[in-house]
């Protein structure tokens, strides 16, 4: 937003084009943005008129207390109510006994989507710890980032697979991966307990919202700002 050719107000959006089996569809991710104080009048105006694209599907993940109100009154609603904070390396027998987990630069010996191996490769590329969980049957692939939790404890959050249901059959082969690297505890997106899992669920931490015309479904950050620009880690 400008006047008199100087800038007063920026918003920044980051749009994806989001492939799936069911074809694709265009995501934005609303971030952070910011009105100078002499102009704040404009600024809901300013907001509705960069969100006002009808095809797109626009995410707020980040939002404060204090702006949760704003948002639905723009027209968001929550999708995710809160975190499933899980502790897989507990489960002692795995859903999946022939799995096994090859880097995401890896090609794997089984059918997978070629759109799933492109968005490991790109978060692999942004620092997340990307990787295939392989059966006889098919690919899956997992990505996940860590977040700084309460104290500083390193927790990876889940990012991206297929569906929740896919983490709780390799529950166990991703927490002795994960493990090995000192991470014991897994964040996902939830609206309650997780059937399946060993953990506990926290109700109001980090809801997610969402504006448009599809819901997004729950285990799925990817090319978010989250995801994109976290703390570099080392690749899988």
């Given at each position: 937003m400008e006047h008199e050719g100087v800038l007063v107000g920026?918003?920044?959006?980051?749009?994806?084009?989001?492939?799936?089996?069911?074809?694709?569809?265009?995501?934005?991710?609303?971030?952070?943005?910011?009105?100078q104080p002499a102009y704040r009048a404009y600024a809901g105006l300013f907001y509705l008129k960069a969100l006002s694209r009808k095809n797109v599907l626009y995410m707020n993940i980040s939002a404060q207390p204090t702006a949760?109100?704003?948002?639905?009154?723009?027209?968001?609603?929550?999708?995710?109510?809160?975190?499933?904070?899980?502790v897989p390396v507990m489960h002692l027998m795995s859903k999946a006994t022939d799995c096994k987990i090859i880097k995401a630069?890896?090609?794997?010996d089984a059918?997978?989507?070629a759109f799933d191996r492109d968005l490991l490769l790109n978060h692999a590329e942004y620092g997340c710890i990307c990787f295939w969980c392989v059966t006889s049957e098919q690919a899956y692939p997992f990505v996940f980032r860590t977040h700084i939790t309460r104290k500083f404890l390193p927790t990876p959050q889940l990012v991206y697979c297929r569906e929740i249901g896919d983490f709780v059959k390799?529950?166990?082969?991703?927490g002795l991966i994960l493990a090995q690297r000192g991470k014991y505890v897994i964040r996902i997106d939830s609206n309650g307990p997780i059937p399946g899992l060993i953990g506990k669920y926290f109700?109001?931490?980090?809801?997610r919202w969402y504006k448009g015309p599809t819901q997004p479904r729950l285990g799925d950050l990817a090319f978010t700002q989250f995801a994109m620009c976290?703390?570099?880690?080392?690749?899988f």
């Open positions: 920026t918003i920044l959006l980051i749009f994806t084009k989001i492939q799936s089996r069911d074809g694709s569809a265009i995501r934005c991710h609303v971030t952070s943005w910011y009105v949760q109100p704003f948002l639905a009154i723009h027209g968001f609603s929550k999708y995710s109510r809160g975190q499933f904070f899980a630069t890896s090609i794997p059918p997978f989507e390799f529950a166990r082969p991703i109700d109001g931490v980090t809801p976290g703390d570099r880690l080392s690749l």
